[in-house]
C-alpha cells in the first residue's frame, strides 16, 4: 500500500521526521567512510584456557575467519548514550528509567557516566527515538579498530591507561575521559567503560568452524568490554576490537550499555 506525504508524516515520530530530509548527522557523531575493512581474527585459543574460568566457548571461537568487508559510509555516537542523555528520553517518553535510578532519577555525580541496566528493546527505542539506530555488528567493529586489523582501538598493544576495565577504577568513567583510548577516527570508549548493544543477533560468521549451541536468534551481540561488572572478572582480552560478547535481549546488567549509529 502507499501512502500519501501527509499520511507518512501523521505516522512516523516526530524526531524522525526531522532528521528525515536532514543530509548532516545528528550533533556529536563520527563519520566512518564507505571502504574495506578487517573484521574478525584468525587467532587460535589451543589450550582453550579460558575454559578453565567458566566461559562457554573457547576465547577467539567465533571470530574466525579474518575477512575483509565493506561497508557503506555511516555515522557513530562519539560517546556511549549517558545518563542525562537517557533521563530526556525518559522524561520525554514515559518510558521506563533503568532500574537502579531511584524514583526516576540518579545521582547528580554520574549525570555523565554511560547508561546502564537497559535492555536490548530500551536501547533500540532510544536509538530510534533520536533519529538514529542501533550499529550493526559490522559498523561497530569498523568503527572501533579501522581498516588496519588492530588488536585495539588505539593498537595492538594492550594499555591499561587508555580503558576502563579489569575493575581498575572500581566502576564507569564519565564517556570520553579516556580520550587516548581513541579510535582511528575519533570514538571514544570503545573498549571498557560500558560494553555496548549492537542490532544483530548472535550468528555465525560466514565459514566460521566453530559450533557454538548459542548461535541463532537468542542472543544479541555485545560488543567493547566493559569496566568489569558483567561478571566477577574482567581481561583484556574481552576489550578487543573483534571480541564477541553475548547477552539475551531482556537482560540488563550493571557495564551493558549502547551507543547509536546512522
Same mark, same amino acid.
Given at each position: 500500500?502507499?501512502?500519501?506525504?501527509?499520511?507518512?508524516?501523521?505516522?512516523?515520530?516526530?524526531?524522525?521526521?526531522?532528521?528525515?530530509?536532514?543530509?548532516?548527522?545528528?550533533? /556529536?557523531?563520527?563519520?566512518?567512510?564507505?571502504?574495506?575493512?578487517?573484521?574478525?581474527?584468525?587467532?587460535?585459543?589451543?589450550? %582453550?584456557?579460558?575454559?578453565?574460568?567458566?566461559?562457554?566457548?573457547?576465547?577467539?571461537?567465533?571470530?574466525?575467519?579474518?575477512?575483509?568487508?565493506?561497508?557503506? =559510509?555511516?555515522?557513530?555516537?562519539?560517546?556511549? &548514550?549517558?545518563?542525562? #542523555?537517557?533521563? $530526556?528520553?525518559?522524561?520525554?517518553?514515559?518510558?521506563?528509567?533503568?532500574?537502579?535510578?531511584?524514583?526516576?532519577?540518579?545521582?547528580?555525580?554520574?549525570?555523565?557516566?554511560?547508561?546502564?541496566?537497559?535492555?536490548?528493546?530500551? %536501547?533500540?527505542?532510544?536509538?530510534?527515538?533520536?533519529?538514529?539506530?542501533?550499529?550493526?555488528?559490522?559498523?561497530? $567493529?569498523?568503527? %572501533?579498530? /579501522?581498516? !588496519?586489523?588492530?588488536?585495539?582501538?588505539?593498537?595492538?598493544?594492550?594499555?591499561?591507561?587508555?580503558?576502563?576495565?579489569?575493575?581498575?577504577?572500581?566502576?564507569?568513567?564519565?564517556?570520553?575521559?579516556?580520550?587516548? +583510548?581513541?579510535?582511528?577516527?575519533?570514538?571514544? !570508549?570503545?573498549?571498557?567503560?560500558?560494553?555496548?548493544?549492537?542490532? !544483530?543477533?548472535?550468528? #555465525?560468521?560466514?565459514?566460521?568452524?566453530?559450533?557454538?549451541? !548459542?548461535?541463532?536468534?537468542?542472543?544479541?551481540?555485545?560488543? +567493547?568490554?566493559?569496566?568489569?561488572?558483567?561478571?566477577?572478572?574482567?581481561? #583484556? &582480552?574481552?576489550?578487543?576490537?573483534?571480541?564477541?560478547? =553475548?547477552?539475551?535481549?531482556?537482560?540488563?546488567?550493571?557495564?551493558?550499555?549502547?551507543?547509536?549509529?546512522?
Amino acid at each position: 500500500m502507499l501512502f500519501g506525504k501527509k499520511v507518512l508524516a501523521y505516522l512516523l515520530p516526530l524526531s524522525v521526521l526531522a532528521l528525515a530530509g536532514c543530509k548532516k548527522p545528528p550533533e /556529536g557523531m563520527i563519520e566512518i567512510p564507505k571502504g574495506e575493512f578487517v573484521m574478525g581474527s584468525n587467532e587460535v585459543d589451543r589450550e %582453550a584456557k579460558s575454559m578453565q574460568y567458566g566461559d562457554k566457548r573457547p576465547w577467539y571461537a567465533n571470530e574466525r575467519p579474518e575477512r575483509k568487508v565493506s561497508l557503506k =559510509t555511516f555515522y557513530m555516537d562519539r560517546t556511549e &548514550v549517558t545518563n542525562s #542523555q537517557y533521563k $530526556e528520553f525518559v522524561d520525554k517518553t514515559g518510558h521506563r528509567a533503568p532500574a537502579h535510578w531511584a524514583n526516576g532519577a540518579f545521582p547528580r555525580e554520574i549525570a555523565e557516566h554511560p547508561v546502564v541496566f537497559v535492555s536490548w528493546k530500551d %536501547a533500540d527505542e532510544f536509538c530510534k527515538w533520536k533519529g538514529k539506530r542501533l550499529p550493526a555488528e559490522a559498523e561497530w $567493529e569498523k568503527a %572501533a579498530r /579501522g581498516t !588496519d586489523g588492530r588488536h585495539f582501538p588505539w593498537g595492538n598493544d594492550f594499555d591499561m591507561k587508555k580503558v576502563n576495565t579489569m575493575g581498575e577504577y572500581g566502576g564507569p568513567l564519565p564517556v570520553g575521559t579516556l580520550k587516548e +583510548g581513541s579510535s582511528p577516527y575519533g570514538v571514544l !570508549d570503545m573498549a571498557g567503560n560500558a560494553q555496548e548493544w549492537t542490532a !544483530d543477533w548472535y550468528t #555465525q560468521y560466514p565459514q566460521n568452524d566453530f559450533k557454538d549451541q !548459542d548461535y541463532g536468534e537468542k542472543f544479541r551481540v555485545v560488543r +567493547g568490554g566493559g569496566w568489569g561488572g558483567m561478571g566477577h572478572y574482567s581481561l #583484556q &582480552v574481552y576489550v578487543r576490537t573483534s571480541f564477541r560478547n =553475548t547477552a539475551p535481549p531482556e537482560g540488563m546488567f550493571n557495564d551493558l550499555g549502547f551507543r547509536c549509529a546512522w
